[in-house]
């Protein structure tokens, strides 16, 4: 019974900041990798930001020196900090983890999904 929950997300003004973050629950063993991914209507989930093993991260392009993810393993969280926000940023922002669940083996988890709209 591992589930994902975002929160954080909203409607901001351009050049603005939001904190997302991603609460796991349940039996989890351990963390393989985890990320964050986006959708914007009428386009296919894009990667945002992934971890792996703890530390190697990775971000798309149209991210990169705005965007931080991060964790905090004594809450079972992660979060994705996002500064100067645009108006393309706008999308359902998803929280996903790659997980050893105790008792079950590995398995891909999903959030869903937490609304960031940026306008003037």
């Known amino acids: 019974q591992v589930q994902l929950v975002e929160s954080g997300g909203g409607l901001v003004q351009p050049g603005e900041s939001l904190r997302l973050s991603c609460a796991a629950s349940?039996?989890?063993?351990?963390?393989?990798?985890m990320g964050w991914y986006r959708q914007a209507p009428g386009k296919q989930r894009e990667l945002v930001a992934t971890m792996i093993s703890g530390s190697i991260t990775n971000y798309a392009d149209s991210v990169k020196g705005r965007f931080t993810i991060s964790r905090d393993d004594a809450k079972n969280t992660m979060h994705l900090q996002m500064n100067n926000l645009k108006p393309e940023d706008t999308a359902v922002y998803y929280c996903n983890a790659d997980l050893v669940i105790s008792g079950f083996g590995r398995r891909d988890i999903w959030g869903q999904g937490t609304q960031v709209t940026v306008s003037s």
């Open positions: 349940g039996r989890i063993f351990s963390v393989m990798a």
